[in-house]
């Protein structure tokens, strides 16, 4: 849906340049067709079984795309009272929300049973203590599945790596059938499922059918003793390319879950985040200057790392391109923004031919970008554009620079 027409890069029918001219640089520019494209197929794979997609908000909550996946029948995976608040506010069905996370606060339990969610993806004893106890006051019965580390390995970067025994996330393999028997016993819960996720941008599915395995073993087990889950939750996690990768098929994997699944009647929930939003969506910035060095030569543009950290943050690596070819030398360049810090580059040592003032497109900045993005050096976020077709439309204002303060007081 990003494709060069006549030597300028378009996004769907509209060239980056018309866009950039309208509502300005930096701007983050979603495909309409690209995010329907990628939620349709994980539909799709799900094929005549009894399957819900539930995005994982986090990857980006714009309340424009939220509302398009909600309308094509997608639930939401959420990790704060906030995102429900979104998932709400987008037009959302609560009763297809399951709320992950470690640190669930007794408020944002209250309104999440409040509002009717699928599913509490409870992480620890202590939680599913606190969260009988909100129940209990509400006269309410909360649904629960327990998010079960299965200490597997992604073979992801580090800090996206959620499912070993030495990271925070779900409750021990090991104690999980306990938790188990002790939670049914809770008139405030209803037990009524199982879930994992163990990490983010794989680069293959193995790890994630090894998780598969370990959990319909416990499924099973549970099943024995007389607790029968209604589904099974295998969180998201597939990645997709930034370079050269080769992500793993949608299709392919689902086929697996499928057949592993076999006829236990459980229904599959799963959670993608990155793989529905990633690449579609970029980022788009212009060069204010070049400045040519001894050691290095800097393209210094108007996108910085508030806007898109993943770089600075996991050293990660997003293709940038230039928007059309200007006719200026080519050359090797760190691509950096104005903020104030070392870490501050979208890419490094890039072979480009750009002059001043053309624009760069920093490409797959769908997920994990606009919405990590913060107001470092007063700097007010971009705009946020998704392209439908020939239409263009607003779908977050560029931040003012009054709003950064406005919840400020001085000393009275
Ligand atoms: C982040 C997250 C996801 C989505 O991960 P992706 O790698 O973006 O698909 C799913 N489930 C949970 C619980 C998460 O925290």
Redesign the pocket.
């Known amino acids: 849906m990003f494709e060069f027409r006549h030597g300028s890069l378009h996004a769907e029918s509209v060239p980056l340049e018309a866009i950039a001219r309208e509502f300005g640089t930096p701007c983050y520019v979603y495909s309409r067709a690209a995010l329907a494209a990628a939620l349709s197929a994980f539909q799709s794979a799900c094929g005549g079984h009894d399957a819900l997609v539930c995005y994982?908000m986090?990857?980006n909550s714009n309340l424009a795309i939220l509302n398009l996946f909600a309308g094509m029948g997608a639930g939401f995976?959420i990790?704060s009272g906030g995102e429900l608040a979104r998932v709400i506010a987008a037009g959302g069905d609560p009763g297809k929300v399951v709320f992950?996370?470690v640190g669930k606060s007794a408020a944002e339990m209250r309104y999440a049973l409040g509002s009717g969610i699928l599913c509490f993806?409870v992480e620890s004893p202590a939680e599913l203590e606190r969260l009988a106890g909100v129940a209990g006051a509400m006269g309410r019965r909360a649904p629960v599945s327990f998010?079960v580390n299965p200490d597997v390995d992604a073979r992801t970067h580090p800090y996206?790596s959620?499912g070993l025994k030495e990271n925070k996330?779900g409750v021990e393999f090991d104690a999980a059938f306990g938790l188990y028997r002790a939670a049914t016993r809770l008139p405030q819960i209803e037990v009524i499922g199982i879930?994992c996720?163990i990490?983010?941008?794989?680069i293959q599915y193995a790890p994630l059918i090894e998780a598969l395995d370990k959990m319909l073993g416990l499924v099973d087990r549970l099943a024995a003793e007389g607790i029968r889950l209604r589904h099974l939750d295998l969180?998201?996690?597939?990645?997709i390319r930034y370079r050269d990768e080769l992500p793993p098929d949608v299709g392919a994997y689902m086929r697996e879950v499928f057949e592993r699944v076999g006829e236990r009647k459980l229904k599959l929930l799963f959670?993608?985040?990155?793989?529905?939003v990633?690449n579609a969506g970029l980022l788009l910035t212009r060069i204010e200057y070049l400045k040519p060095g001894a050691a290095r030569n800097f393209a210094v543009v108007d996108a910085a790392m508030n806007d898109l950290l993943r770089p600075a943050l996991y050293q990660a690596w997003h293709d940038i391109v230039a928007v059309s070819d200007s006719g200026g030398p080519g050359a090797v360049y760190d691509v950096v923004g104005p903020v104030c810090e070392s870490a501050d580059f979208l890419g490094k040592r890039r072979e480009l031919a750009v002059s001043a003032g053309d624009l760069l497109a920093v490409m797959s900045a769908g997920?994990?970008a606009m919405c990590m993005s913060s107001n470092y050096n007063s700097r007010p976020r971009a705009a946020e554009v998704m392209v439908d077709g020939e239409k263009t439309h607003l779908i977050r204002e560029r931040e003012r620079p009054e709003a950064l303060f406005a919840l400020e007081r001085l000393l009275r």
């Open positions: 994982a986090k990857a995976d990790v992950s996370g993806n998010r996206i959620t996330f879930d996720h990490g983010s941008d794989l969180g998201g996690g597939l990645g959670e993608p985040g990155r793989s529905l990633g997920a994990y």
